[in-house]
């Protein structure tokens, strides 16, 4: 067992990269919860911006457009969940699991055609003096584009959740649709932004999956993600540096495991593939065992319909 | 639409089945565990299917189903297969077996063809490549062209195929190399680009310069032309997504056994068999050796592999000791059929245990 | 302008109307589906919903796959009228096939009529226990049970994947990870009582469990209890009714009967426990629950009907070469529809004229 093998850089790297797909969807879900929607659709999502993504980044040979095309489809299809959660009134647990399955199912039959297939490559950040810096160097300034991007996106959640006003707004939607309501907002309007959000950013993190990560497409490759997400907003307390932190920790778990297998640690490679899971419920109990901290921060209108009388 | 047209005769006229073979082509079907475009193992079985149609020309029909699971899922497809009137069924996962044998007893007029299993009966038959001899070959290359000693192994699942593979090209490369040394990473799935990539970075992340995989996608070899390091692309040529990564890559080449199974199905010479070919008889070639290749260590791969097909040379001569140092083959003792079977044990110096 | 009004009571026509209303839009959108991918919808269409009704080997696939789903909706049922959401069925799934193949296993060869029984009740308590995970961290810490059900599913997986590399692995299988044929062992062996209608030991467990359902919820007070903290969940605990026992007793039921399914599942269809075991039957489940709109007999036919689209499916993906997956989306639309329309149930739509 040589443990000297592991090398933490790459270790930090590896994790920032696992960690992303599933910060990015969270980030988008913080933000569909905090107005007061529960979408478990984020898998389908994520999947329908992996194909989307990549079928328009081969179709243009520009990954970027991919990006963009991938934020479009995941949107469309919370669009979907969007319609018939708040204007058809169906039940948000049915709808979003109802999501997941045909989002799933449509990817894999559009990406029948694209298996197998290269994609363009994504080019990383590599300011040669810069990303010599010892340490930090490879850390901070060798990644692609869309790390940055989820980086940046934690701090922008964070100030339009805590000092701009529409944030406190999607927030007293979250709080109480009725007040929020009688106050004269549009909460349909805001929900339906706010789900159309969660999707585009759900799609990024599915794109970064076939674009950059693997790269190719496969049925079901985000394996899981969407869910690791869901678990991710609720274990942040709806709050994006925690959310930032969270999953930089099962990305690093994720990691960490492939490595102790080489490492030869001696636990049967199956055991180890639990841990992450296993390490996800129980930073799960942990915060939500903390009844006053968890109430004070999720939204009191989570799950519930709207609909306005009148 | 004829081919659908043709299959809905075939079920109609269920009870006649075997008069449908005088005058109707003979149907030949295929099912495949994984996409036809994974561009590995899968794709390949499915260019055998395309050289049988292209050689038989309209004497033959073909149809397949891909991504079929392997378990109860698979005997529902190779049922209905059959009940369409085929004549003759290629199942190409080890996962099929039981699924086979059990609608071979249904179905005693059809044909089956097996891969990689080892459970047979009067119209059952099974085949296999000794791609162990195709390993040998990339581990003498491995252990000439790696700089930090380290051969990253992705194995899918510790089935004795697999660690058949581990072993010969461990051996072969010790055998150029006494310093090199192998890690293994197991994913337990046969095609899962996301996890085989995953594995290749890790693997490269500590200290691997030279990939092999046992999986079906070129994810590994993706990851190795990105980050700059060699691999061996599996099961068909992956130079596509590694030119410059991909060393050469062991191809499993279906079409001469796939030609020979249905002319004698449509002779009425077939009879059960089990097969296991390798080099000689052609099932297991190579791609192209890249152009960065030293000339000394190309010429030794091709002599190498030329000496394999002969016969003269096999890749587990002793004297070779098991893992836990206990000796397994003698000086000049050749490993036999059903220990290469049953393996399921490291070679001594392969560090790491197999799955338990 | 057209706007949502509440009816006064949910209207019992649309209650029965709007399941048949999905399914002819789900068979309208599938078919344009299918024209767009450049398949005969017309054809496509009748495979999936018309032929497993009316070919006789379909029949009989439909309860041999509708079983386990009914089973484990109605299960589920009981939870989600409760607001308590049990996604995990799959996890318990599993390990209730592990519980009761490892009884199987640990007896393999002695005989005896009670050798079924114990098996299906060691799965049942496997599954109880895997749920009662999420129930207690649930009832005791407050973690959300969608969350802890579904990773518990992953580790599930991974769990059968040790098992059947390790301690379940069957020793004369040449190494491959995977246990002993319970297909051999004539007293685990699941009976099939009527052949013609594929109904076996797990398909009247299943029916079954219908009734007892149906009766728990009409005449048994925990089905009161249920029906009301589901509805109105302030007033059940003032009317003294334990929210945590109700959450245990949900999930404990659909823990059990999941456990149960995969028992049966592993003794009929599938033969022996594989890595590729699951197949996804407890996330179908939830679909089958709420197309049964959360009522025994609605799941039983929805159960049926979702059967129909996986045989339906695998024939349509054999005769017309369209992708597997293709029936998911057809399976995600049936549900997607019958949540749009259910609306209709509640609300009445209407015009009103807006007022300048």
Same mark, same amino acid.
């Given at each position: 067992?040589?443990?000297?093998?592991?090398?933490?850089?790459?270790?930090?790297?590896?994790?920032?990269?696992?960690?992303?797909?599933?910060?990015?969807?969270?980030?988008?879900?913080?933000?569909?919860?905090?107005?007061?929607?529960?979408?478990?659709?984020?898998?389908?999502?994520?999947?329908?911006?992996?194909?989307?993504?990549?079928?328009?980044?081969?179709?243009?040979?520009?990954?970027?457009?991919?990006?963009?095309?991938?934020?479009?489809?995941?949107?469309?299809?919370?669009?979907?969940?969007?319609?018939?959660?708040?204007?058809?009134?169906?039940?948000?647990?049915?709808?979003?699991?109802?999501?997941?399955?045909?989002?799933?199912?449509?990817?894999?039959?559009?990406?029948?055609?694209?298996?197998?297939?290269?994609?363009?490559?994504?080019?990383?950040?590599?300011?040669?003096?810069?990303?010599?810096?010892?340490?930090?160097?490879?850390?901070?300034?060798?990644?692609? *584009?869309?790390?940055?991007?989820?980086?940046?996106?934690?701090?922008?959640?964070?100030?339009?959740?805590?000092?701009?006003?529409?944030?406190?707004?999607? =927030?007293?939607?979250?709080?109480?649709?009725?007040?929020?309501?009688?106050?004269?907002?549009?909460?349909?309007?805001?929900?339906?932004?706010?789900?159309?959000?969660?999707?585009?950013?759900?799609?990024?993190?599915?794109?970064?999956?076939?674009?950059?990560?693997?790269?190719?497409?496969?049925?079901?490759?985000?394996?899981?993600?969407?869910?690791?997400?869901?678990?991710?907003?609720?274990?942040?307390?709806?709050?994006?540096?925690?959310?930032?932190?969270?999953?930089?920790?099962?990305?690093?778990?994720?990691?960490?495991?492939?490595?102790?297998?080489?490492?030869?640690?001696?636990?049967?490679?199956?055991?180890?593939?639990?841990?992450?899971?296993?390490?996800?419920?129980?930073?799960?109990?942990?915060?939500?065992?903390?009844?006053?901290?968890?109430?004070?921060?999720?939204?009191?209108?989570?799950?519930?319909?709207?609909?306005?009388?009148? | 639409?004829?081919?659908?047209?043709?299959?809905?005769?075939?079920?109609?006229?269920?009870?006649?089945?075997?008069?449908?073979?005088?005058?109707?082509?003979?149907?030949?079907?295929?099912?495949?565990?994984?996409?036809?475009?994974?561009?590995?193992?899968?794709?390949?079985?499915?260019?055998?299917?395309?050289?049988?149609?292209?050689?038989?020309?309209?004497?033959?029909?073909?149809?397949?189903?891909?991504?079929?699971?392997?378990?109860?899922?698979?005997?529902?497809?190779?049922?209905?297969?059959?009940?369409?009137?085929?004549?003759?069924?290629?199942?190409?996962?080890?996962?099929?077996?039981?699924?086979?044998?059990?609608?071979?007893?249904?179905?005693?007029?059809?044909?089956?063809?097996?891969?990689?299993?080892?459970?047979?009966?009067?119209?059952?038959?099974?085949?296999?490549? =000794?791609?162990?001899?195709?390993?040998?070959?990339?581990?003498?290359?491995?252990?000439?062209?790696?700089?930090?000693?380290?051969?990253?192994?992705?194995?899918?699942?510790?089935?004795?195929?697999?660690?058949?593979?581990? %072993?010969?090209?461990?051996?072969?490369?010790?055998?150029?190399?006494?310093?090199?040394?192998?890690?293994?990473?197991?994913?337990?799935?046969?095609?899962?680009?996301?996890?085989?990539?995953?594995?290749?970075?890790?693997?490269?992340?500590?200290?691997?310069?030279?990939?092999?995989?046992?999986?079906?996608?070129?994810?590994?070899?993706?990851?190795?032309?990105?980050?700059?390091?060699?691999?061996?692309?599996?099961?068909?040529?992956?130079?596509?997504?590694?030119?410059?990564?991909?060393?050469?890559?062991?191809?499993?080449?279906?079409?001469?056994?796939?030609?020979?199974?249905?002319?004698?199905?449509?002779?009425?010479?077939?009879?059960?068999?089990?097969?296991?070919?390798?080099?000689?008889?052609?099932?297991?070639?190579?791609?192209?050796?890249?152009?960065?290749?030293?000339?000394?260590?190309? +010429?030794?791969?091709?002599?190498?592999?030329?000496?394999?097909?002969?016969?003269?040379?096999?890749?587990?001569?002793?004297?070779?000791?098991?893992?836990?140092?206990?000796?397994?083959?003698?000086?000049?003792?050749?490993?036999?059929?059903?220990?290469?079977?049953?393996?399921?044990?490291?070679?001594?110096?392969?560090?790491?245990?197999?799955?338990? | 302008?057209?706007?949502?009004?509440?009816?006064?009571?949910?209207?019992?026509?649309?209650?029965?109307?709007?399941?048949?209303?999905?399914?002819?839009?789900?068979?309208?959108?599938?078919?344009?589906?299918?024209?767009?991918?450049?398949?005969?919808?017309?054809?496509?269409?009748?495979?999936?919903?018309?032929?497993?009704?009316?070919?006789?080997?379909?029949?009989?696939?439909?309860?041999?796959?509708?079983?386990?789903?009914?089973?484990?909706?109605?299960?589920?049922?009981?939870?989600?009228?409760?607001?308590?959401?049990?996604?995990?069925?799959?996890?318990?799934?599993?390990?209730?096939?592990?519980?009761?193949? *490892?009884?199987?296993?640990?007896?393999?060869?002695?005989?005896?009529?009670?050798?079924?029984?114990?098996?299906?009740?060691?799965?049942?308590?496997?599954?109880?226990?895997?749920?009662?995970?999420?129930?207690?961290?649930?009832?005791?810490?407050?973690?959300?049970?969608?969350?802890?059900?579904?990773?518990?599913?992953?580790?599930?997986?991974?769990?059968?994947?040790?098992?059947?590399?390790?301690?379940?692995? %069957?020793?004369?299988?040449?190494?491959?990870?995977?246990?002993?044929?319970?297909?051999?062992?004539?007293?685990?062996?699941?009976?099939?009582?009527?052949?013609?209608?594929?109904?076996?030991?797990?398909?009247?467990?299943?029916?079954?469990?219908?009734?007892?359902?149906?009766?728990?919820?009409? =005449?048994?007070?925990?089905?009161?209890?249920?029906?009301?903290?589901?509805?109105?969940?302030?007033? *059940?605990?003032?009317?003294?009714?334990?929210?945590?026992?109700?959450?245990? +007793?949900?999930?404990?039921?659909?823990?059990?009967?999941?456990?149960?399914?995969?028992?049966?599942?592993?003794?009929?269809?599938?033969?022996?426990?594989?890595?590729?075991?699951?197949?996804?039957?407890?996330?179908?489940?939830?679909?089958?629950?709420?197309?049964?709109?959360?009522?025994?007999?609605?799941?039983?036919?929805?159960?049926?009907?979702?059967?129909?689209?996986?045989?339906?499916?695998?024939?349509?993906?054999?005769?017309?070469?369209?992708? *597997?997956?293709?029936?998911?989306?057809?399976?995600?639309?049936?549900?997607?529809?019958?949540?749009?329309?259910?609306?209709?149930?509640?609300?009445?739509?209407?015009?009103?004229?807006?007022?300048?």
């Amino acid at each position: 067992m040589d443990f000297s093998s592991i090398d933490p850089i790459s270790l930090i790297v590896s994790l920032m990269i696992a960690a992303t797909p599933i910060l990015l969807a969270g980030l988008g879900e913080l933000v569909v919860e905090k107005s007061g929607v529960l979408n478990l659709g984020v898998e389908g999502m994520m999947i329908i911006g992996a194909i989307a993504g990549f079928a328009m980044a081969v179709e243009t040979e520009n990954p970027y457009l991919g990006m963009l095309a991938a934020m479009g489809a995941g949107a469309v299809l919370a669009l979907l969940f969007g319609i018939l959660t708040q204007f058809l009134l169906s039940n948000q647990v049915a709808t979003g699991l109802a999501l997941t399955l045909f989002g799933l199912g449509l990817a894999a039959l559009l990406g029948h055609s694209y298996t197998g297939i290269k994609p363009p490559s994504v080019d990383k950040l590599n300011i040669s003096f810069l990303t010599d810096i010892p340490v930090l160097g490879r850390i901070l300034f060798n990644h692609d *584009a869309v790390v940055y991007f989820s980086i940046f996106m934690v701090f922008v959640l964070w100030w339009f959740l805590n000092r701009s006003r529409a944030g406190l707004v999607l =927030r007293a939607v979250g709080e109480s649709h009725d007040a929020a309501h009688s106050l004269g907002y549009n909460v349909l309007l805001i929900r339906m932004l706010a789900i159309m959000f969660g999707g585009a950013m759900a799609g990024l993190g599915g794109a970064y999956f076939s674009l950059i990560r693997v790269p190719q497409w496969t049925e079901g490759m985000t394996a899981g993600a969407g869910w690791i997400a869901l678990a991710l907003v609720v274990f942040s307390s709806w709050k994006p540096g925690r959310l930032l932190i969270g999953a930089y920790l099962f990305g690093g778990i994720s990691v960490l495991e492939i490595n102790l297998q080489i490492v030869g640690v001696g636990i049967s490679p199956a055991y180890l593939k639990m841990t992450p899971y296993l390490v996800t419920i129980i930073v799960l109990v942990i915060m939500s065992s903390d009844r006053r901290r968890a109430s004070l921060n999720a939204p009191a209108s989570l799950g519930r319909s709207f609909h306005a009388s009148h | 639409m004829r081919l659908i047209k043709t299959m809905a005769a075939g079920a109609l006229a269920l009870g006649l089945a075997t008069a449908a073979q005088a005058q109707d082509p003979y149907k030949v079907g295929f099912i495949y565990v994984g996409p036809i475009g994974d561009l590995g193992w899968s794709y390949q079985h499915d260019l055998g299917r395309q050289a049988v149609q292209e050689h038989f020309g309209d004497a033959v029909e073909t149809s397949y189903v891909e991504s079929v699971p392997e378990g109860a899922d698979a005997e529902r497809v190779i049922t209905q297969m059959a009940r369409s009137g085929v004549d003759m069924i290629f199942t190409t996962s080890f996962g099929y077996m039981d699924a086979t044998i059990n609608v071979a007893e249904e179905f005693p007029n059809v044909r089956f063809e097996h891969a990689t299993g080892y459970r047979v009966a009067d119209n059952v038959s099974t085949y296999s490549a =000794r791609f162990y001899e195709g390993r040998h070959v990339i581990g003498l290359i491995a252990g000439r062209m790696t700089e930090t000693n380290t051969v990253g192994y992705i194995a899918s699942f510790p089935i004795p195929e697999v660690i058949r593979g581990i %072993n010969a090209a461990y051996l072969a490369a010790k055998s150029v190399n006494p310093e090199v040394e192998f890690k293994v990473v197991w994913v337990f799935t046969w095609f899962d680009p996301g996890k085989e990539a995953e594995a290749a970075n890790a693997l490269i992340d500590q200290g691997a310069d030279v990939i092999m995989q046992h999986t079906d996608s070129p994810a590994a070899m993706t990851i190795a032309e990105e980050r700059g390091v060699m691999a061996f692309g599996q099961a068909s040529n992956m130079a596509n997504f590694g030119p410059t990564a991909q060393l050469t890559s062991i191809m499993d080449d279906w079409d001469p056994y796939y030609i020979a199974r249905v002319q004698a199905g449509i002779d009425g010479s077939w009879v059960s068999t089990e097969t296991w070919d390798g080099i000689g008889p052609g099932m297991v070639a190579f791609a192209p050796f890249n152009e960065s290749l030293p000339a000394e260590v190309v +010429a030794e791969a091709e002599a190498a592999r030329d000496a394999i097909a002969a016969g003269t040379m096999h890749p587990f001569t002793g004297p070779i000791n098991r893992q836990d140092g206990s000796p397994w083959l003698a000086a000049g003792e050749v490993a036999d059929d059903g220990t290469l079977a049953t393996m399921d044990f490291y070679v001594e110096g392969v560090t790491g245990d197999i799955p338990q | 302008m057209i706007r949502l009004e509440r009816r006064k009571a949910p209207s019992i026509q649309m209650l029965w109307l709007t399941p048949i209303l999905a399914v002819l839009l789900t068979m309208f959108f599938g078919g344009i589906l299918f024209a767009l991918l450049g398949k005969d919808p017309v054809a496509a269409i009748h495979m999936i919903f018309i032929e497993p009704f009316t070919d006789s080997y379909s029949q009989r696939q439909l309860m041999i796959k509708g079983g386990p789903l009914i089973l484990i909706a109605v299960g589920l049922s009981l939870g989600f009228k409760a607001g308590v959401w049990n996604i995990g069925a799959e996890g318990q799934f599993i390990m209730g096939a592990i519980g009761g193949g *490892a009884v199987g296993l640990a007896l393999y060869g002695t005989p005896g009529i009670w050798v079924l029984p114990l098996m299906a009740t060691a799965g049942a308590l496997s599954g109880f226990a895997w749920a009662m995970i999420p129930a207690f961290l649930r009832v005791k810490f407050n973690a959300n049970e969608i969350l802890v059900s579904l990773m518990l599913v992953y580790v599930a997986e991974n769990f059968l994947r040790a098992m059947v590399t390790g301690v379940l692995k %069957n020793p004369d299988g040449r190494g491959f990870p995977e246990s002993r044929s319970l297909a051999d062992y004539a007293s685990a062996e699941m009976p099939m009582l009527i052949k013609s209608a594929g109904l076996n030991v797990g398909g009247l467990v299943a029916l079954g469990a219908v009734v007892a359902a149906y009766a728990l919820l009409a =005449r048994h007070r925990l089905g009161y209890q249920i029906k009301l903290t589901g509805q109105a969940p302030r007033a *059940a605990r003032f009317s003294g009714v334990n929210p945590g026992f109700i959450v245990a +007793a949900a999930l404990g039921i659909s823990g059990a009967l999941a456990g149960v399914a995969g028992l049966f599942e592993l003794v009929g269809p599938a033969g022996k426990l594989t890595t590729n075991f699951p197949l996804g039957y407890g996330f179908t489940a939830i679909i089958v629950a709420f197309l049964g709109r959360l009522h025994p007999v609605g799941i039983l036919l929805a159960g049926i009907l979702m059967a129909a689209t996986y045989v339906g499916g695998e024939t349509v993906q054999f005769q017309l070469q369209v992708p *597997a997956a293709a029936i998911r989306v057809f399976q995600g639309m049936l549900l997607f529809f019958l949540l749009a329309v259910d609306v209709l149930v509640a609300y009445r739509i209407v015009r009103k004229k807006e007022a300048k």
